[in-house]
């Protein structure tokens, strides 16, 4: 029997950056990231609400990183990645497990491709519900990260089913302008 290893969040230090670099490069495509420069940036200097954690396996190993915002109301997972030879072992359920009594009493919110999109889409989905996530029937464009990106259409979900009812553009304010700049001016 394959025994899961235990894994714990610390904060990302200097050390693991080049790892997490690496990973966040793989793991998502541009247009779900921002620059590597700016968020190397974002890690080494975490403005207020921003907190970069690394999991880390027993013995102190990289295994993968977790990005979150802080806000008053919910708790923003910007990004989620797991050293591919982990996937699939339920190291993202224990990292996501651990990340809610990080955060508690704050509900989890997070971005996911919409599942009609493809398998991948849908089994990351389905992921997160086994891990007490709802999928938000609100029609939802995530900002772009660089000047002249469209918006990219994703779904949003979130460990409070009652953010369904609630989503509006000022539920969603923190997110859109401290995540990707986006000013009061210009939010719908």
């Not at 495509?29 to 890690?43: G, H, I, K």
């Not at 190993?61 to 806000?71: C, K, N, R």
């Not at 007490?132 to 918006?151: E, M, N, T, V």
């Not at 539920?171 to 859109?176: G, S, T, V």
Request: aromatic share 12%.
């Amino acid at each position: 029997n394959f025994l899961m290893p235990s894994f714990h969040l610390s904060p990302l230090t200097a050390a693991l950056l080049p790892q997490a670099v690496s990973l966040l490069e793989s793991a998502f495509p541009p247009a779900e990231r921002r620059d590597t420069e700016a968020w190397v940036r974002l890690c080494e200097q975490p403005r207020d609400g921003f907190a970069p954690f690394a999991v880390l396996d027993e013995a102190g190993t990289f295994a993968g990183f977790v990005t979150v915002w802080l806000f008053e109301r919910y708790a923003y997972v910007e990004h989620l990645a797991i050293l591919p030879s982990l996937r699939g072992r339920s190291a993202g359920s224990h990292v996501l497990e651990m990340l809610r009594r990080q955060v508690a009493p704050l509900p989890i919110l997070l971005e996911v491709e919409d599942p009609a999109d493809g398998e991948w889409e849908r089994r990351r989905v389905e992921f997160y519900r086994r891990n007490g996530f709802h999928l938000l029937s609100i029609p939802y464009l995530q900002p772009p990260y660089r000047k002249g990106d469209a918006p990219l259409p994703l779904c949003l979900m979130s460990t409070d089913a009652a953010f369904d009812a609630e989503t509006d553009a000022a539920f969603l304010r923190p997110l859109r302008r401290f995540v990707y700049g986006v000013e009061e001016e210009n939010l719908a």
